[in-house]
């Protein structure tokens, strides 16, 4: 079956512009979650959904951050005002409910901040 | 506070060099312990969730084993095509995220 997909594959940006970055998890997942990987940082959560809630955002680094999940399946995470410590792969990866499930990845968007 | 570290940061084995990947963790109330493979410019890949304590998982020439405050993955006999960043990660606190290590990048060499 399919497996998590994500869009755009990479994105250059200009410092100051606005960015969205979206997840199409597996059907049927009901958990999305949004992660961060910089060059040396290691993968850094940001955010989880539930079903449409967002139960954590505690891992979203500013304001200028925020994501939003519709009708249980596509996620979109924004950027306003990018900064160019915003450069870095973005992952999505979805899983079933249930506290041991394994998450499942998506190959990531590769965004770049001018 | 909840913690992965992963030693070594690197390892170069040549082929057929059976190795182990260490994962220390410190975690209140362990919801599995998870390994990943990732290749570069790609997404995490899924390999092993282990439970508890004791529990050993195989795939092919990977076996990861684990006890109460560590986790081992084990390459038998690995070939070039294992070269890779492998990943270790436990549940937060709050069941809502993973927590991953910084990866060990095996190369190996034929």
């Known amino acids: 079956g399919a497996g998590v997909s994500q869009s755009p594959s990479n994105k250059v940006t200009e410092k100051g512009k606005d960015v969205e970055l979206r997840c199409d998890p597996i059907s049927g997942h009901t958990a999305l979650y949004w992660y961060r990987q910089s060059l040396g940082q290691g993968l850094e959560f940001l955010i989880y959904f539930q079903g449409n809630s967002a139960p954590d955002k505690s891992g979203l680094p500013s304001d200028r951050f925020s994501a939003e999940r519709t009708g249980g399946s596509v996620s979109t995470l924004t950027i306003q005002r990018t900064q160019q410590e915003d450069s870095a792969v973005y992952l999505c990866a979805s899983s079933s409910a249930g506290d041991y499930n394994e998450q499942f990845f998506g190959p990531g968007t590769r965004l770049t901040v001018l | 506070e909840d913690q992965v570290t992963q030693s070594p940061e690197a390892l170069r084995l040549q082929e057929g060099e059976s190795s182990s990947l260490n994962c220390s963790y410190t975690v209140s109330g362990l919801r599995g312990l998870f390994w990943y493979r990732q290749d570069p410019g790609k997404g995490p890949e899924f390999l092993f969730t282990?439970?508890?304590a004791g529990e050993e998982k195989e795939k092919e020439r990977l076996k990861a084993t684990l006890t109460k405050k560590e986790s081992f993955l084990h390459i038998t006999a690995p070939k070039p095509e294992d070269s890779a960043t492998y990943l270790c990660a436990v549940k937060n606190q709050a069941g809502t995220a993973l927590i991953f290590g910084k990866g060990t990048t095996l190369s190996v060499s034929s």
């Open positions: 282990l439970y508890s």
